[in-house]
Protein backbone atom coordinates (compact mmCIF):
# COMPACT_ATOMS: atom_id res chain seq x y z
CA UNK A 1 0.00 0.00 0.00
CA UNK A 2 1.33 3.18 -0.77
CA UNK A 3 2.17 6.00 1.99
CA UNK A 4 0.34 8.69 0.15
CA UNK A 5 -2.55 8.12 -2.59
CA UNK A 6 -5.02 10.58 -4.37
CA UNK A 7 -7.99 8.86 -6.14
CA UNK A 8 -10.04 10.49 -8.50
CA UNK A 9 -9.78 13.91 -6.95
CA UNK A 10 -11.71 16.83 -8.57
CA UNK A 11 -11.87 20.33 -7.36
CA UNK A 12 -14.61 22.79 -7.89
CA UNK A 13 -13.96 26.60 -6.31
CA UNK A 14 -16.43 28.70 -5.56
CA UNK A 15 -14.90 32.28 -6.27
CA UNK A 16 -16.01 36.24 -5.81
CA UNK A 17 -19.01 38.16 -3.62
CA UNK A 18 -21.97 39.46 -4.32
CA UNK A 19 -20.12 42.68 -5.84
CA UNK A 20 -18.07 41.06 -8.15
CA UNK A 21 -20.15 37.98 -9.24
CA UNK A 22 -19.71 34.96 -7.61
CA UNK A 23 -18.59 32.41 -10.31
CA UNK A 24 -17.67 28.50 -10.30
CA UNK A 25 -14.23 27.14 -11.66
CA UNK A 26 -13.78 23.75 -12.12
CA UNK A 27 -10.31 23.50 -10.79
CA UNK A 28 -9.39 19.65 -10.89
CA UNK A 29 -11.17 17.57 -13.26
CA UNK A 30 -9.40 14.13 -12.18
CA UNK A 31 -6.47 13.67 -10.95
CA UNK A 32 -4.60 10.53 -9.42
CA UNK A 33 -1.09 9.72 -7.99
CA UNK A 34 0.49 7.13 -5.59
CA UNK A 35 3.85 7.70 -4.03
CA UNK A 36 5.74 5.24 -1.54
CA UNK A 37 7.61 5.41 1.06
CA UNK A 38 11.55 6.89 0.40
CA UNK A 39 9.79 7.90 -3.39
CA UNK A 40 10.23 11.00 -5.08
CA UNK A 41 6.81 11.65 -7.33
CA UNK A 42 7.42 15.34 -9.20
CA UNK A 43 4.15 16.91 -10.67
CA UNK A 44 5.02 19.18 -13.27
CA UNK A 45 2.66 21.18 -15.38
CA UNK A 46 1.50 25.14 -16.62
CA UNK A 47 1.06 27.48 -14.37
CA UNK A 48 -3.30 27.03 -13.83
CA UNK A 49 -2.72 23.58 -14.62
CA UNK A 50 -3.78 22.50 -11.15
CA UNK A 51 -0.87 21.38 -9.59
CA UNK A 52 -1.23 23.43 -6.66
CA UNK A 53 -4.50 23.06 -5.80
CA UNK A 54 -4.90 19.90 -6.03
CA UNK A 55 -1.77 19.21 -3.28
CA UNK A 56 -4.39 21.94 -1.16
CA UNK A 57 -7.41 20.34 -1.54
CA UNK A 58 -6.04 16.63 -1.30
CA UNK A 59 -4.55 18.12 2.57
CA UNK A 60 -7.69 20.09 3.53
CA UNK A 61 -6.53 23.70 2.93
CA UNK A 62 -8.14 25.37 0.18
CA UNK A 63 -10.76 25.98 2.93
CA UNK A 64 -14.75 26.24 2.83
CA UNK A 65 -14.89 27.51 -0.83
CA UNK A 66 -13.84 24.37 -2.19
CA UNK A 67 -15.60 20.94 -3.41
CA UNK A 68 -13.34 18.49 -2.82
CA UNK A 69 -14.64 14.87 -4.03
CA UNK A 70 -12.45 11.54 -4.14
CA UNK A 71 -10.14 9.99 -1.91
CA UNK A 72 -6.56 10.96 -0.21
CA UNK A 73 -5.11 8.05 2.01
CA UNK A 74 -1.84 8.22 3.65
CA UNK A 75 -0.83 5.86 5.77
CA UNK A 76 -4.17 4.30 5.25
CA UNK A 77 -5.90 7.06 6.67
CA UNK A 78 -8.63 9.00 4.39
CA UNK A 79 -7.35 12.44 4.91
CA UNK A 80 -10.69 14.02 3.52
CA UNK A 81 -12.86 12.50 6.17
CA UNK A 82 -10.94 12.56 9.08
CA UNK A 83 -11.81 14.82 11.90
CA UNK A 84 -10.34 17.69 12.08
CA UNK A 85 -8.14 16.82 15.31
CA UNK A 86 -6.88 14.65 14.08
CA UNK A 87 -6.26 15.71 10.55
CA UNK A 88 -4.17 18.54 12.87
CA UNK A 89 -2.16 16.08 14.50
CA UNK A 90 -0.89 14.92 10.95
CA UNK A 91 -0.15 18.07 9.46
CA UNK A 92 2.88 19.78 10.19
CA UNK A 93 4.28 16.10 11.69
CA UNK A 94 3.64 13.28 9.96
CA UNK A 95 3.26 15.83 6.22
CA UNK A 96 5.58 18.75 6.01
CA UNK A 97 5.02 21.44 3.73
CA UNK A 98 7.09 23.68 1.44
CA UNK A 99 4.76 26.42 0.22
CA UNK A 100 5.75 28.14 -3.15
CA UNK A 101 5.54 31.45 -1.44
CA UNK A 102 7.63 31.87 1.96
CA UNK A 103 6.86 35.60 2.03
CA UNK A 104 2.87 34.76 2.18
CA UNK A 105 3.24 31.89 4.90
CA UNK A 106 6.20 33.34 7.48
CA UNK A 107 4.57 35.94 9.92
CA UNK A 108 6.29 38.99 9.26
CA UNK A 109 6.22 39.74 13.19
CA UNK A 110 7.26 36.44 14.49
CA UNK A 111 11.43 35.67 14.19
CA UNK A 112 12.51 32.87 12.29
CA UNK A 113 13.15 31.08 15.85
CA UNK A 114 10.09 31.78 16.93
CA UNK A 115 8.22 30.57 14.28
CA UNK A 116 10.57 26.71 13.98
CA UNK A 117 9.59 26.85 17.68
CA UNK A 118 5.94 26.83 17.12
CA UNK A 119 5.76 23.89 15.31
CA UNK A 120 8.38 22.21 17.61
CA UNK A 121 6.17 22.99 20.61
CA UNK A 122 2.56 21.94 18.90
CA UNK A 123 3.82 19.18 17.97
CA UNK A 124 6.30 17.86 20.82
CA UNK A 125 7.37 17.76 24.21
CA UNK A 126 10.70 19.24 24.40
CA UNK A 127 12.01 21.87 26.91
CA UNK A 128 12.31 25.07 25.35
CA UNK A 129 16.17 25.10 25.52
CA UNK A 130 16.25 21.84 23.33
CA UNK A 131 13.61 23.57 21.23
CA UNK A 132 15.88 26.73 20.27
CA UNK A 133 18.51 24.21 19.91
CA UNK A 134 17.11 22.05 17.20
CA UNK A 135 15.77 24.62 15.66
CA UNK A 136 19.33 26.39 15.55
CA UNK A 137 20.25 23.31 13.94
CA UNK A 138 17.60 23.17 11.18
CA UNK A 139 18.73 26.35 9.90
CA UNK A 140 22.24 25.23 9.59
CA UNK A 141 20.78 21.85 8.08
CA UNK A 142 19.49 23.84 5.53
CA UNK A 143 22.65 25.92 4.60
CA UNK A 144 21.98 29.28 6.05
CA UNK A 145 24.62 31.13 7.41
CA UNK A 146 25.25 32.38 11.66
CA UNK A 147 22.11 30.07 12.33
CA UNK A 148 22.09 31.75 15.93
CA UNK A 149 22.31 35.23 14.08
CA UNK A 150 19.18 33.99 12.17
CA UNK A 151 17.12 32.67 14.63
CA UNK A 152 16.59 35.79 15.89
CA UNK A 153 16.13 37.79 12.60
CA UNK A 154 12.62 38.33 11.27
CA UNK A 155 11.52 37.33 7.59
CA UNK A 156 12.19 40.70 6.12
CA UNK A 157 15.65 40.86 6.92
CA UNK A 158 16.28 37.72 4.71
CA UNK A 159 16.62 36.97 1.03
CA UNK A 160 13.78 35.58 -0.82
CA UNK A 161 16.53 32.58 -0.78
CA UNK A 162 16.65 32.70 2.74
CA UNK A 163 13.07 32.79 3.34
CA UNK A 164 12.45 29.76 1.54
CA UNK A 165 15.16 27.65 3.41
CA UNK A 166 13.85 29.46 6.37
CA UNK A 167 10.18 27.45 5.13
CA UNK A 168 12.10 23.96 4.49
CA UNK A 169 13.69 24.11 8.13
CA UNK A 170 10.16 24.46 9.37
CA UNK A 171 8.97 21.18 7.46
CA UNK A 172 11.73 19.05 8.54
CA UNK A 173 11.09 20.09 11.91
CA UNK A 174 10.06 16.84 13.24
CA UNK A 175 11.72 14.42 10.15
CA UNK A 176 8.13 14.20 8.73
CA UNK A 177 7.03 10.54 6.51
CA UNK A 178 6.01 13.06 3.66
CA UNK A 179 6.97 16.33 2.47
CA UNK A 180 4.91 17.84 0.18
CA UNK A 181 6.84 20.54 -1.95
CA UNK A 182 5.61 23.07 -3.95
CA UNK A 183 8.15 24.83 -6.07
CA UNK A 184 10.50 24.69 -3.46
CA UNK A 185 13.62 25.88 -5.07
CA UNK A 186 11.90 28.84 -7.42
CA UNK A 187 13.63 31.45 -5.45
CA UNK A 188 16.54 29.45 -4.92
CA UNK A 189 19.97 29.60 -7.05
CA UNK A 190 21.89 26.85 -8.17
CA UNK A 191 24.30 26.21 -5.34
CA UNK A 192 21.69 26.36 -2.88
CA UNK A 193 19.08 24.39 -4.97
CA UNK A 194 21.52 21.62 -5.35
CA UNK A 195 22.28 21.62 -1.44
CA UNK A 196 18.66 21.39 -0.81
CA UNK A 197 18.13 18.90 -3.45
CA UNK A 198 21.14 17.06 -1.77
CA UNK A 199 19.35 17.77 2.13
CA UNK A 200 15.67 15.94 0.74
CA UNK A 201 17.77 13.17 -1.08
CA UNK A 202 19.43 12.59 2.46
CA UNK A 203 16.25 12.29 4.18
CA UNK A 204 14.83 10.12 1.87
CA UNK A 205 17.78 7.91 2.92
CA UNK A 206 17.75 8.76 6.67
CA UNK A 207 13.84 8.26 7.28
CA UNK A 208 12.58 6.70 4.26
CA UNK A 209 10.66 10.17 3.46
CA UNK A 210 8.38 9.91 0.73
CA UNK A 211 8.51 13.69 -1.01
CA UNK A 212 5.62 14.87 -3.45
CA UNK A 213 7.28 17.72 -5.48
CA UNK A 214 6.01 20.08 -7.69
CA UNK A 215 8.24 22.30 -10.40
CA UNK A 216 8.48 23.33 -13.40
CA UNK A 217 12.00 23.13 -13.90
CA UNK A 218 12.56 19.73 -15.32
CA UNK A 219 16.18 19.76 -14.88
CA UNK A 220 15.59 20.07 -11.40
CA UNK A 221 12.74 16.75 -11.49
CA UNK A 222 15.15 15.12 -14.01
CA UNK A 223 17.82 14.99 -11.00
CA UNK A 224 15.70 13.93 -8.09
CA UNK A 225 12.14 12.46 -9.58
CA UNK A 226 11.31 8.29 -9.49
CA UNK A 227 8.03 8.91 -11.52
CA UNK A 228 6.82 12.02 -13.20
CA UNK A 229 3.19 12.91 -13.49
CA UNK A 230 2.38 15.13 -16.20
CA UNK A 231 -0.74 17.46 -16.00
CA UNK A 232 -2.74 19.57 -17.94
CA UNK A 233 -6.05 21.79 -17.56
CA UNK A 234 -6.70 20.17 -14.24
CA UNK A 235 -6.06 16.10 -15.50
CA UNK A 236 -3.44 14.22 -15.58
CA UNK A 237 -2.36 13.81 -19.20
CA UNK A 238 0.71 11.46 -18.60
CA UNK A 239 2.25 9.43 -15.74
CA UNK A 240 4.95 6.99 -15.84
CA UNK A 241 8.45 6.50 -14.62
CA UNK A 242 11.07 9.02 -15.08
CA UNK A 243 13.28 7.03 -17.82
CA UNK A 244 10.03 7.17 -19.99
CA UNK A 245 8.76 10.40 -19.71
CA UNK A 246 12.21 12.19 -20.92
CA UNK A 247 13.17 9.34 -22.60
CA UNK A 248 10.04 8.13 -24.96
CA UNK A 249 7.12 10.71 -23.62
CA UNK A 250 3.57 9.29 -24.98
CA UNK A 251 1.48 12.31 -25.51
CA UNK A 252 2.48 16.11 -27.46
CA UNK A 253 2.20 18.14 -24.17
CA UNK A 254 5.02 16.29 -22.22
CA UNK A 255 7.13 16.24 -25.53
CA UNK A 256 6.17 19.96 -25.63
CA UNK A 257 7.14 20.39 -22.15
CA UNK A 258 10.64 19.18 -22.73
CA UNK A 259 11.14 20.86 -25.83
CA UNK A 260 10.41 24.23 -24.35
CA UNK A 261 13.04 23.22 -21.17
CA UNK A 262 15.32 22.24 -23.68
CA UNK A 263 15.78 25.87 -25.67
CA UNK A 264 16.41 27.62 -22.30
CA UNK A 265 18.71 25.43 -20.81
CA UNK A 266 22.30 25.97 -20.08
CA UNK A 267 24.01 23.87 -22.99
CA UNK A 268 21.53 25.09 -25.55
CA UNK A 269 23.08 27.43 -28.21
CA UNK A 270 22.34 31.09 -27.48
CA UNK A 271 19.26 32.83 -28.81
CA UNK A 272 19.82 36.43 -28.06
CA UNK A 273 20.50 37.44 -31.02
CA UNK A 274 22.56 40.57 -32.38
CA UNK A 275 23.54 43.01 -29.80
CA UNK A 276 22.81 46.61 -29.92
CA UNK A 277 25.35 49.27 -30.70
CA UNK A 278 27.14 50.21 -27.79
CA UNK A 279 28.52 53.05 -29.15
CA UNK A 280 25.83 55.16 -28.46
CA UNK A 281 25.14 57.25 -25.04
CA UNK A 282 24.78 55.00 -22.57
CA UNK A 283 20.84 55.04 -21.53
CA UNK A 284 22.22 54.00 -17.47
CA UNK A 285 25.65 54.18 -16.12
CA UNK A 286 26.91 53.12 -12.84
CA UNK A 287 29.97 53.76 -11.18
CA UNK A 288 31.36 52.94 -7.99
CA UNK A 289 27.97 51.61 -6.53
CA UNK A 290 28.37 51.01 -2.86
CA UNK A 291 25.45 49.90 -0.50
CA UNK A 292 25.69 48.93 3.31
CA UNK A 293 22.77 48.14 5.59
CA UNK A 294 23.09 48.66 9.56
CA UNK A 295 22.63 45.34 11.30
CA UNK A 296 20.53 44.94 13.97
CA UNK A 297 21.90 44.80 18.05
CA UNK A 298 23.58 46.68 19.99
CA UNK A 299 26.70 47.84 18.13
CA UNK A 300 24.45 48.18 14.89
CA UNK A 301 27.46 47.71 12.62
CA UNK A 302 26.57 48.52 8.51
CA UNK A 303 27.43 45.20 6.77
CA UNK A 304 28.31 45.93 2.99
CA UNK A 305 26.19 44.20 0.07
CA UNK A 306 27.67 45.66 -3.03
CA UNK A 307 30.60 47.58 -3.37
CA UNK A 308 32.73 49.27 -6.40
CA UNK A 309 30.09 48.09 -9.10
CA UNK A 310 30.56 49.75 -12.53
CA UNK A 311 28.54 48.82 -15.69
CA UNK A 312 26.27 50.40 -18.27
CA UNK A 313 23.24 49.53 -20.33
CA UNK A 314 22.17 50.95 -23.46
CA UNK A 315 18.85 51.26 -24.75
CA UNK A 316 17.64 47.71 -26.61
CA UNK A 317 20.50 45.77 -24.11
CA UNK A 318 19.65 43.26 -21.98
CA UNK A 319 21.89 42.53 -19.34
CA UNK A 320 21.89 39.97 -16.58
CA UNK A 321 22.39 40.10 -13.09
CA UNK A 322 23.10 36.62 -11.83
CA UNK A 323 24.57 35.76 -8.00
CA UNK A 324 23.72 33.22 -5.68
CA UNK A 325 21.16 34.36 -2.45
CA UNK A 326 22.07 37.04 -0.89
CA UNK A 327 24.70 38.83 -3.06
CA UNK A 328 22.65 42.03 -3.50
CA UNK A 329 21.02 41.19 -6.82
CA UNK A 330 17.53 42.18 -5.88
CA UNK A 331 19.58 45.61 -3.78
CA UNK A 332 21.06 46.75 -6.92
CA UNK A 333 17.90 46.56 -8.58
CA UNK A 334 15.98 48.25 -6.11
CA UNK A 335 18.82 51.17 -6.65
CA UNK A 336 18.44 51.50 -10.51
CA UNK A 337 14.94 51.49 -9.98
CA UNK A 338 15.08 54.11 -7.38
CA UNK A 339 13.43 52.42 -4.72
CA UNK A 340 16.88 52.88 -2.40
CA UNK A 341 19.81 55.69 -1.95
CA UNK A 342 23.23 54.07 -2.73
CA UNK A 343 25.42 54.83 0.12
CA UNK A 344 28.28 56.16 -2.59
CA UNK A 345 28.84 56.31 -6.22
CA UNK A 346 27.01 57.80 -9.49
CA UNK A 347 24.15 56.44 -11.15
CA UNK A 348 22.83 58.32 -14.14
CA UNK A 349 19.39 57.37 -15.87
CA UNK A 350 18.42 59.16 -19.26
CA UNK A 351 20.38 61.96 -18.15
CA UNK A 352 19.33 62.38 -14.69
CA UNK A 353 22.20 61.77 -11.68
CA UNK A 354 21.05 59.58 -8.56
CA UNK A 355 21.51 61.24 -5.56
CA UNK A 356 23.31 59.60 -3.16
CA UNK A 357 22.99 59.10 0.87
CA UNK A 358 23.68 56.90 3.84
CA UNK A 359 19.87 56.85 4.60
CA UNK A 360 18.08 54.06 4.00
CA UNK A 361 14.48 56.10 2.34
CA UNK A 362 13.64 56.39 -1.03
CA UNK A 363 15.64 59.31 -3.33
CA UNK A 364 13.77 62.14 -4.93
CA UNK A 365 13.22 61.67 -8.24
CA UNK A 366 11.94 63.64 -11.25
CA UNK A 367 8.46 62.00 -12.00
CA UNK A 368 9.62 61.49 -15.85
CA UNK A 369 12.72 59.30 -14.45
CA UNK A 370 10.31 57.42 -12.30
CA UNK A 371 8.45 56.93 -15.57
CA UNK A 372 11.51 55.87 -17.46
CA UNK A 373 11.82 53.08 -15.23
CA UNK A 374 9.58 50.30 -14.16
CA UNK A 375 10.38 47.11 -11.46
CA UNK A 376 9.24 43.23 -11.50
CA UNK A 377 9.09 42.72 -8.32
CA UNK A 378 10.47 38.93 -7.61
CA UNK A 379 7.41 38.31 -5.10
CA UNK A 380 4.32 38.58 -6.97
CA UNK A 381 2.13 37.49 -4.04
CA UNK A 382 3.07 40.52 -1.92
CA UNK A 383 3.80 43.12 -4.41
CA UNK A 384 0.27 42.67 -6.03
CA UNK A 385 -2.90 45.16 -3.68
CA UNK A 386 -4.93 41.41 -3.10
CA UNK A 387 -8.14 43.99 -2.81
CA UNK A 388 -7.65 45.44 -6.37
CA UNK A 389 -8.40 43.16 -9.74
CA UNK A 390 -5.93 42.42 -12.42
CA UNK A 391 -7.23 45.77 -14.57
CA UNK A 392 -7.52 47.64 -11.16
CA UNK A 393 -3.37 46.94 -10.53
CA UNK A 394 -3.44 47.75 -14.27
CA UNK A 395 -4.67 50.89 -14.44
CA UNK A 396 -3.00 52.52 -11.01
CA UNK A 397 0.20 53.59 -12.36
CA UNK A 398 -1.59 55.27 -14.97
CA UNK A 399 -4.02 56.99 -12.60
CA UNK A 400 -1.08 58.01 -10.75
CA UNK A 401 0.00 60.15 -13.88
CA UNK A 402 -3.80 61.58 -14.31
CA UNK A 403 -3.67 60.22 -17.91
CA UNK A 404 -7.21 60.29 -19.83
CA UNK A 405 -9.58 57.15 -19.08
CA UNK A 406 -9.88 57.02 -22.54
CA UNK A 407 -5.87 56.44 -22.50
CA UNK A 408 -5.71 53.94 -19.46
CA UNK A 409 -7.93 51.98 -20.95
CA UNK A 410 -6.09 51.21 -24.12
CA UNK A 411 -3.28 51.39 -22.23
CA UNK A 412 -4.20 48.44 -19.90
CA UNK A 413 -5.09 46.32 -22.67
CA UNK A 414 -1.88 46.33 -24.93
CA UNK A 415 -0.01 46.07 -21.93
CA UNK A 416 -2.40 42.27 -21.02
CA UNK A 417 -1.87 41.96 -24.45
CA UNK A 418 1.72 42.00 -24.18
CA UNK A 419 1.99 40.41 -21.36
CA UNK A 420 -0.15 37.45 -22.86
CA UNK A 421 -2.77 38.28 -19.79
CA UNK A 422 -6.15 36.15 -20.86
CA UNK A 423 -8.63 38.93 -20.68
CA UNK A 424 -11.20 36.38 -18.51
CA UNK A 425 -8.59 37.21 -15.36
CA UNK A 426 -8.99 41.20 -15.65
CA UNK A 427 -12.06 41.22 -13.42
CA UNK A 428 -10.29 38.62 -10.85
CA UNK A 429 -8.48 39.39 -7.56
CA UNK A 430 -4.64 37.84 -7.20
CA UNK A 431 -5.95 34.90 -4.79
CA UNK A 432 -7.65 33.51 -7.68
CA UNK A 433 -4.49 33.19 -9.50
CA UNK A 434 -2.17 31.12 -9.95
CA UNK A 435 1.71 31.71 -9.38
CA UNK A 436 2.14 32.06 -12.90
CA UNK A 437 -0.60 34.24 -14.05
CA UNK A 438 0.13 36.50 -10.76
CA UNK A 439 3.51 37.10 -12.16
CA UNK A 440 2.19 37.81 -15.89
CA UNK A 441 -0.16 40.48 -13.92
CA UNK A 442 3.36 41.93 -12.61
CA UNK A 443 4.74 42.28 -15.91
CA UNK A 444 2.11 43.68 -17.51
CA UNK A 445 1.82 46.14 -14.54
CA UNK A 446 5.47 47.50 -16.13
CA UNK A 447 4.56 47.89 -19.49
CA UNK A 448 1.80 50.23 -19.24
CA UNK A 449 3.96 53.60 -18.64
CA UNK A 450 5.97 52.00 -21.80
CA UNK A 451 9.29 52.36 -19.91
CA UNK A 452 12.87 52.55 -21.50
CA UNK A 453 14.75 50.76 -18.70
CA UNK A 454 12.89 47.72 -16.85
CA UNK A 455 14.09 46.05 -13.38
CA UNK A 456 13.06 42.53 -13.81
CA UNK A 457 13.99 40.98 -10.28
CA UNK A 458 13.30 36.89 -10.63
CA UNK A 459 10.03 38.09 -13.08
CA UNK A 460 10.95 34.38 -14.56
CA UNK A 461 10.27 32.75 -11.62
CA UNK A 462 7.24 31.37 -10.80
CA UNK A 463 6.57 30.84 -14.40
CA UNK A 464 6.40 27.53 -16.28
CA UNK A 465 8.65 26.73 -19.25
CA UNK A 466 6.17 27.42 -21.63
CA UNK A 467 5.09 30.42 -20.07
CA UNK A 468 8.81 31.87 -20.06
CA UNK A 469 9.15 30.86 -23.34
CA UNK A 470 6.50 33.21 -24.14
CA UNK A 471 7.64 36.03 -21.66
CA UNK A 472 11.67 35.50 -23.05
CA UNK A 473 10.19 36.36 -26.49
CA UNK A 474 8.42 39.42 -24.95
CA UNK A 475 11.30 40.84 -23.52
CA UNK A 476 13.47 40.07 -26.56
CA UNK A 477 11.02 41.95 -28.68
CA UNK A 478 10.88 44.69 -26.38
CA UNK A 479 14.63 44.90 -26.30
CA UNK A 480 14.60 44.86 -30.78
CA UNK A 481 11.76 46.66 -31.37
CA UNK A 482 11.24 49.18 -29.14
CA UNK A 483 14.44 49.69 -27.91
CA UNK A 484 13.85 48.81 -24.26
CA UNK A 485 16.65 47.82 -21.93
CA UNK A 486 16.38 45.21 -19.11
CA UNK A 487 18.35 44.49 -15.88
CA UNK A 488 17.40 40.88 -15.65
CA UNK A 489 18.20 39.87 -12.09
CA UNK A 490 17.64 36.09 -12.03
CA UNK A 491 19.55 32.76 -10.52
CA UNK A 492 18.42 30.73 -13.94
CA UNK A 493 21.93 30.49 -15.61
CA UNK A 494 19.75 29.10 -18.26
CA UNK A 495 17.77 32.28 -18.56
CA UNK A 496 20.22 33.94 -18.74
CA UNK A 497 22.39 32.31 -21.65
CA UNK A 498 19.48 32.51 -23.92
CA UNK A 499 17.78 36.18 -23.33
CA UNK A 500 21.11 37.86 -22.08
CA UNK A 501 24.03 40.25 -24.31
CA UNK A 502 25.60 40.76 -21.68
CA UNK A 503 25.84 39.22 -17.81
CA UNK A 504 27.54 40.66 -14.39
CA UNK A 505 28.07 37.94 -12.00
CA UNK A 506 28.43 39.29 -8.07
CA UNK A 507 29.76 36.83 -5.63
CA UNK A 508 30.18 36.51 -1.70
CA UNK A 509 33.31 38.75 -2.10
CA UNK A 510 31.35 41.37 -4.99
CA UNK A 511 31.72 41.17 -9.22
CA UNK A 512 33.44 38.03 -10.08
CA UNK A 513 33.00 38.72 -13.55
CA UNK A 514 31.48 40.74 -16.21
CA UNK A 515 31.04 40.52 -20.08
CA UNK A 516 29.54 39.13 -23.34
CA UNK A 517 26.93 36.13 -21.84
CA UNK A 518 28.50 33.64 -24.44
CA UNK A 519 31.71 34.26 -24.32
CA UNK A 520 31.63 33.84 -20.30
CA UNK A 521 29.13 31.07 -20.15
CA UNK A 522 31.79 29.66 -22.60
CA UNK A 523 35.05 30.14 -20.66
CA UNK A 524 34.54 31.68 -17.19
CA UNK A 525 37.15 33.55 -16.32
CA UNK A 526 36.58 33.12 -12.37
CA UNK A 527 36.37 29.89 -10.36
CA UNK A 528 33.00 30.79 -8.91
CA UNK A 529 31.20 31.34 -11.76
CA UNK A 530 32.71 28.33 -12.36
CA UNK A 531 31.16 26.82 -9.96
CA UNK A 532 27.95 28.27 -10.67
CA UNK A 533 27.52 27.01 -14.20
CA UNK A 534 28.73 23.30 -12.44
CA UNK A 535 25.52 23.45 -10.28
CA UNK A 536 23.16 23.94 -12.82
CA UNK A 537 21.16 21.09 -13.78
CA UNK A 538 21.29 19.66 -16.92
CA UNK A 539 18.53 18.49 -19.41
CA UNK A 540 19.89 17.69 -22.75
CA UNK A 541 19.24 16.43 -25.74
CA UNK A 542 19.33 12.97 -25.04
CA UNK A 543 16.39 12.91 -22.61
CA UNK A 544 14.06 14.37 -25.24
Avoid: W
Avoid at 212 to 218: C, E, N
Avoid at 257 to 271: C, F, G
Avoid at 307 to 320: A, K, P, S
Wanted: aromatic letters at 4%.
Amino acid sequence: MALFDVSDLAVTLHTGNRATGRRVVRAVESFSFAVDEGQTLAIVGESGSGKSVSLLAATRLLGTNADVTGAVRFAGRDLLTLPDRELRQILGKDIGFVFQDPQSNLHPFKTIGSQIDEVLRIHGSRTRRARRARAVALLDEVGIARPEKAYASYPAEFSGGMRQRAMIAIAIAHNPALIIADEPTTALDVSVQAGILRLLARLQAEHRTAVVFVSHDLGVVHEIADTVVVVKDGRVVESAAREQIYGDPQQPYTRELLDASLVHSIDAAPSIGTPPDRQDNPLLTVRGLRKSYRERGRHRRRRTVVENLDFTLHRGEIVGLVGESGSGKSTVGRIIAGLQYADAGEITLAGTTFPTSASDGIPRLPAATRRTVQLVFQDPYSSLNPRRTVAESLAAPLLAQREPREYITGQVERAADAARLPRALMERHPAELSGGQRQRVAIARALVLAPRLIVADEALSSLDVTTQSEILALIRRLADEEDTAFLFITHDLGVVSSVAHRVIVLGPDGVEEIGDTAEVFAAPQSSYTRALIDAVPRLDARVS
